[in-house]
């Protein structure tokens, strides 16, 4: 069954070393698209989280923010080539533009890089990378099931708008029959206002009825809009990314259903009521097309 593309989950990590948590929240997109903000000790491990999420998720605007809290002050690593060249670039400043001051101590720590966890020349550190991807894994897999639960939702309140789309087709083809007499009246009608009653040919009456009733025969958009909506409850009914399929087949379902519509405008009795019925089935079939948007 289709899922959802919006949720929110939150996993994370406790260990000696660090604290790691990851928040994970979807909203509906067109494609995939992934937002990170990491924090400085874990950004060289992005493309690896960046991979995860696409071997699990097709479809969804993703915004991943995580947080890491170092522990033990034992753990932690100064890279110091950094703080010195942080050093020499403020003294080469302040000597070129004539300034005074030396530099803080406080302002060095929250420079980007100083502090690590990993060894004093900043290579990257595996134990803090697989705690990441574990946690985010674990994140991802909260979101499928928030995702699952809104997708169950979502394709009942679907099915149900499909089942009165059945409703709506079978009124329409029940109409149906009851078109061509009230073809054949309105054009009687209105030779009538035109000429002498006396003066029309039954028999031409009769053939310029039939063309107008063959011009307005809704026969094939009915069965076409039957065989779609099979087609809707069939992709409901199966697992992975359907959105997609489900835009085009229902823009399809739009296009017979407007067709429906105005074939039957203006014909009066059985027509008019089968083009309410068009406008219902229009209806019907946004709403669907509005809920399909959330699905991945």
């Known amino acids: 069954m289709p899922r959802s593309m919006t949720g929110y989950a939150r996993a994370q990590t406790q260990s000696e070393r660090y604290a790691l948590a990851v928040s994970v929240r979807s909203v509906n997109h067109r494609y995939l698209d992934v937002q990170m903000r990491l924090p400085p000790e874990i950004e060289a491990f992005e493309m690896a989280g960046r991979q995860r999420i696409k071997q699990r998720v097709a479809r969804g605007f993703l915004h991943v923010n995580a947080s890491v809290e170092i522990r033990g002050a034992g753990e932690l690593k100064i890279r110091r080539d950094l703080v010195e060249g942080y050093i020499a670039a403020h003294r080469e400043l302040a000597r070129q533009y004539g300034l005074a001051g030396e530099p803080d101590l406080a302002v060095l720590f929250r420079l980007p890089g100083i502090v690590a966890l990993g060894d004093a020349t900043g290579a990257p550190d595996g134990e803090l990378e697989q705690g990441w991807l574990q946690t985010l894994d674990r994140a991802l897999t909260e979101l499928a099931a928030v995702r699952d639960r809104e997708g169950v939702q979502l394709v009942h309140e679907m099915r149900e708008r499909s089942n009165g789309i059945d409703a709506h087709l079978e009124r329409i083809e029940a109409l149906r029959v009851g078109l061509a007499p009230a073809l054949l009246n309105r054009l009687r009608t209105r030779l009538a206002d035109l000429i002498p009653e006396a003066s029309v040919d039954p028999g031409r009456l009769l053939q310029e009825a039939a063309l107008v009733a063959e011009r ?67 209806a019907e079939i946004e709403k669907i097309r509005e809920q399909a948007m959330n699905l991945e």
């Open 216 to 282: 307005s025969d809704i026969s094939e958009e009915v069965e076409r809009l039957r065989v779609h909506n099979r087609q809707l409850r069939e992709l409901l009914a199966t697992d992975g990314e359907a959105g997609k399929r489900l835009d085009f087949l229902l823009q399809e379902m739009n296009r017979e259903a407007n067709t429906v519509v105005s074939k039957t405008s203006g014909i009066g009795g059985a027509g008019l009521e089968i083009t309410d019925l068009g406008l219902a089935l229009k």
